[in-house]
């Protein structure tokens, strides 16, 4: 079992920057060895959305076109830390974030992940 509690979110203004992190307990992320940790988002009435997602070892990463360049994924294996750097932050990066673990078919499907966070929420003001 896996356990992902995330934190960091909050209220900026458009433009501003904020970092959530996802601390997970249980079994480490070096037991992940094919392993994925991913970001996803949701907002009220709408499926859960695919924002980054990173290989455990950091050597692989990949990001949703609609934060490509702004957004940057990273984990601490040392710390069992993962983390989401949002930059340039728009109102419609609105929305509750989630930290995921699994070993999925598809690294941006929702569906596919085993474990996930309780979500934090985070709210750019125009």
């Known amino acids: 079992q896996v356990q992902l509690v995330e934190s960091g979110g909050g209220l900026v203004q458009a433009g501003g920057s904020l970092r959530l992190s996802c601390a997970a307990s249980?079994?480490?992320?070096?037991?992940?060895?094919?392993?994925?940790l991913g970001w996803f988002r949701q907002t009220p009435g709408k499926e859960r959305e695919f924002v980054a997602a990173?290989?455990?070892?950091?050597?692989?990463?990949y990001y949703a076109d609609a934060v490509k360049g702004r957004f940057i994924i990273s984990t601490d294996n040392a710390k069992n830390l993962l983390y989401l750097q949002m930059n340039s932050l728009k109102p419609e990066d609105t929305a509750v974030y989630y930290c995921?673990?699994?070993?999925?078919?598809?690294?941006?499907?929702?569906?596919?992940?085993?474990?996930w966070g309780q979500g934090s929420q985070v709210t750019v003001s125009s």
């Open positions: 990173i290989r455990w070892s950091g050597s692989n990463t």
């Open positions: 249980g079994r480490t992320f070096s037991s992940y060895v094919m392993g994925w």
């Open positions: 995921a673990a699994g070993l999925p078919t598809r690294i941006a499907r929702h569906y596919d992940y085993d474990y």
